[in-house]
């Protein structure tokens, strides 16, 4: 069975950057051909594909996203984290890290196509 779970701070300031860890177990990171993406979802909306990287370490990002994030991997750990630079209050969501076996979300830029979720955490962006 392959579990995700997120990990990192539950409150970041303006500004700062967002960090977070997704630790998975049950499963590598580099094996063939999975994608790692990470999901948010807001208070009041719908999911929000963010990016993903690949068994071999290419990395996807949405557009509306690209500029203030960046996702990298730690094989050895078997980890893959996220960094989401510059944020605001409208930063505030719950992120998700999840497993998507075929590339559909990295396609459609959606969370379609996950087979394995994490739990979430709670990130909250306030002073």
């Known amino acids: 069975q392959v579990e995700l779970q997120e990990s990192g701070p539950g409150l970041v300031k303006p500004s700062q950057t967002l960090s977070l860890t997704c630790t998975v177990s049950g499963g590598s990171i580099a094996a063939n051909y999975y994608y790692w993406s990470w999901i948010r979802q807001a208070p009041g909306k719908g999911p929000e594909w963010m990016g993903a990287i690949t068994w071999r370490g290419t990395t996807y990002y949405s557009p509306s996203l690209k500029s203030r994030t960046s996702i990298s991997r730690d094989t050895s750990k078997n980890q893959f984290t996220l960094q989401l630079s510059s944020v605001t209050p409208e930063d505030t969501a719950v992120y998700y890290c999840?497993?998507?076996?075929?590339?559909?979300?990295?396609?459609?830029?959606?969370?379609?196509?996950?087979?394995?979720w994490g739990k979430g955490t709670l990130v909250t962006v306030s002073s």
């Open positions: 999840a497993r998507d076996g075929s590339g559909i979300a990295v396609a459609t830029m959606s969370r379609h196509g996950m087979d394995y």
